[in-house]
């Protein structure tokens, strides 16, 4: 099945950025829609943007404009780029693998905190 290892979370001040990265290794990527998602504690776990094996993106509404994901899928990575961070960003991201054919997600990377303080 293989890994998936997120990276780049960090402390940064209100709107401040941040670069997140997601590393896949063996396993199949480029065919594969890659989505962030993000949990606080005591709140359940959102999808803020998705990319699909073709490029095409979508973000939650609390992110658009802010945030931009990517795949560059000679280095099996897929990143989040973060910016105008705010509090309410603070979590807990994940990256993690889309099911072809589905909506749904198979794998998922270990998380990287994000805290923004204002």
């Known amino acids: 099945q293989g890994q998936l290892v997120e990276s780049g979370g960090g402390l940064v001040q209100a709107g401040g950025s941040l670069r997140l990265s997601c590393a896949a290794s063996g396993t199949i990527f480029s065919i594969n829609a890659m989505g962030w998602h993000r949990q606080a504690p005591g709140k359940q776990r959102e999808l803020v943007a998705v990319?699909?094996?073709?490029?095409?993106?979508n973000y939650a509404d609390s992110v658009k404009g802010r945030f931009t994901i990517s795949r560059d899928n000679a280095k099996n990575t897929v990143y989040l780029q973060m910016n105008s961070l705010k509090p309410e960003d603070t979590a807990v991201y994940y990256c993690a693998r889309g099911v072809r054919g589905s909506g749904r997600y198979d794998y998922w990377g270990q998380g990287t905190q994000v805290t923004v303080s204002s």
């Open positions: 990319i699909t094996s073709g490029g095409s993106t």
